[in-house]
């Protein structure tokens, strides 16, 4: 079975944007939320849905996930626990998209979603199903949705400090990405009184075992 060719980006174009929003994350105190293990970059939106980035030998890497309400793809395990028709999400895939799955079915998660970069390109399983990656809305797929979940993550801090961060300081902190220092950090989260040095401890985790590529 052919696979589907998808339209996304280099795994690397996003690392700016994930490790400013997990800098965030952990200087909030949540950085569980979104961070680096390397070789996975993982993030989840505190309700159920999430999308983890295992980084591969030879610049492959195999994205997969799932939208807790959304996704209507039920591979193994999920087929059975649901009573739903399963999806073969790796059905005509390569063997090297296995081994992440495999750690995620071991730690009882349910996928909706995988999908696999073999250094060039990215493909899945062939489906018409919707899977859940879209509505997951990973905020790294776009410079904007980064900029909008850290300021929306600022402005829910509790208490009365609060206040927007300036989409300078915001900016900056993307483009300094996995190299962004406590200073870059405090510039956004200093009106919540956050930990700004564990936020930059965070972020430089996104240059763990990586390739130092642009950021932005």
């Known amino acids: 079975m052919a696979l589907v060719q998808l339209d996304l980006p280099d795994p690397m174009v996003w ?3 994930w ?15 979104c961070r680096a293990l390397w070789p996975l970059w993982h993030y989840d939106d505190g309700h159920g849905s999430w999308a983890d980035l ?29 009573e739903e028709k399963e999806t ?7 063997e090297w998209w296995e081994p992440p799955v495999r ?3 071991d730690a009882e998660l349910f996928l909706g979603f995988v999908y696999g970069f073999d250094g ?8 018409d199903l919707d899977d859940g990656f879209a509505s997951v809305e990973l905020p790294v797929l776009s410079a904007d949705r980064t900029r909008t979940a850290i300021v ?8 009365p400090a609060g206040g927007e961060p ?8 993307i483009a300094a990405g996995a190299d962004a220092d406590a200073a870059l950090v405090a510039a956004v989260v200093s009106s919540a009184g956050w930990d700004a040095e564990v936020g930059a401890a965070a972020a430089r985790a996104f240059h763990a075992g990586g390739h130092h590529l642009p950021s932005a």
């Open 120 to 127: 060039s390109t990215w493909h899945r399983a062939e489906y």
């Open 103 to 105: 750690r995620v079915r």
């Open 19 to 33: 490790a400013a929003l997990a800098a965030v994350q952990a200087a909030s105190g949540h950085g569980e939320q």
């Open 54 to 82: 295992h980084h591969l030998d030879e610049g492959r890497a195999v994205l997969l996930g799932q939208d807790r309400n959304d996704s209507e793809t039920f591979y193994a395990e999920a087929s059975d626990f649901f």
């Open 166 to 173: 300036s989409h300078e300081s915001v900016d900056a902190l």
């Open 152 to 159: 929306a993550a600022v402005q829910q801090a509790p208490g």
């Open 15 to 17: 690392r700016g944007r």
């Open 88 to 94: 073969d999400l790796l059905a005509g895939a390569p």
